[in-house]
């Protein structure tokens, strides 16, 4: 899933702003980011340049020179990393655990 919408709120961007911005209709914006319309590679470049991030962030993934980590898993990544020590023994027991 195309993460626009996300994006753009982060960045403080307006849809309307967006839309001038970027030249692309509003309502084709909107499309976009409902996932209603498939967003073209001309357009995920406007984007990826207004929102100065990559075109594989307003898509959703991330490549580390090995795989692809999709956006969701790098969100799961943030929030660890944000845990207290104790909590992450906590979590990485339980995943070794579900692992098995």
Known sequence: M????????KRGI???EASIRSGIPL??????EQGVTDISGSALVKLAKLY????DELL?????GKYTVEREELD???HYRNLPSND????????E???K
């Open 76 to 78: 799961v990544l943030e």
């Open 52 to 55: 100065k991030v990559t075109s």
């Open 60 to 64: 959703g993934c991330h490549y580390n």
């Open 97 to 99: 655990r579900l692992d």
């Open 88 to 95: 992450r023994l906590i979590l990485r027991a339980l995943s």
């Open 27 to 32: 309502s084709t914006l909107r499309k976009y």
């Open 14 to 16: 307006t849809q309307e």
């Open 2 to 9: 195309y993460r626009l919408k996300h994006v753009r709120i």
